[in-house]
């Protein structure tokens, strides 16, 4: 399957440290995107890297891409309670429906 | 405010009732999903339309029945569904093969469904 996993599965952390989850993915990608979702809401889109990019940044979140080993990792530096959410990423495949293909999630509480 | 829109937010329902969810998009997009988040359990891709026309059907049971009258709104008629089908039910949409955009996909709060 091509879908995303997501680990850990479930983070628990302080307010202030910060937050890194990983996604690894099976074929080839045209993006990865990340987005998240809090608690009985939709799924907001955070990032979208290409896969001919290697590190994107969006305030205090950052994306790696690493093709070679087919993984992605979602850096949230400096967390706040307010980034307690779920984590996905979605693949899109190369040659594919450019349909996004989401994993399971993690599962981020930050404590204040 | 995503621009997508889904009523109800919360439906409860009889296994023997007929029912519809409700979806509009403002984006001006072209494309627009049905997708089930069931707990403990990957996002489920269930339909897709493309300017309208179904693209995708997962094998879903015919027990959900979409329908897309134009590019802006989708419905999903749900009819004698079992207590297992309860789930959020989210709408999406999005500008397929857009480009710079990557077919990034939009979505709304979600319909939480309990089937009794």
């Known amino acids: 399957s091509q879908q995303g996993e997501e680990d850990p599965q479930a983070l628990s952390i302080q307010e202030g440290e910060n937050a890194t989850m990983n996604c690894s993915y099976k074929t080839s990608i045209n993006n990865l995107q990340w987005y998240r979702q809090n608690s009985g809401r939709g799924l907001v889109h955070l990032i979208l890297i290409r896969s001919n990019e290697r590190e994107k940044h969006s305030g205090r979140l950052r994306v790696t891409l690493d093709t070679s080993k087919k993984s992605s990792s979602l850096l949230i530096t400096a967390s706040r309670a307010a980034d307690t959410a779920s984590y996905f990423c979605a693949t899109v495949a190369s040659g594919g429906s450019y349909i996004p293909t989401f994993g399971r999630g993690t599962s981020l509480i930050v404590h204040p | 405010e995503t621009g997508v829109t889904q009523t109800p937010r919360h439906l409860v329902m009889g296994m023997t009732n007929k029912k519809s969810l409700k979806c509009e998009q403002h984006l001006g997009h072209n494309a627009m999903y049905w997708y089930k988040q069931s707990a403990k359990k990957p996002l489920e891709l269930m339909f897709v339309?493309?300017?309208?026309?179904?693209?995708e059907n997962n094998s879903v049971p015919s027990r959900f029945s979409p329908e897309c009258p134009n590019s802006s709104h989708l419905f999903l008629h749900l009819h004698t569904l079992q207590p297992e089908d309860s789930a959020l039910y989210l709408c999406?949409?999005?500008?397929?093969?857009?480009?710079?955009?990557?077919?990034?996909?939009?979505f709304g709060e979600g319909s939480w469904l309990t089937v009794v």
């Open positions: 999406a949409s999005s500008q397929l093969h857009g480009g710079s955009s990557g077919n990034t996909i939009y």
């Open positions: 339309y493309n300017f309208k026309e179904q693209t």
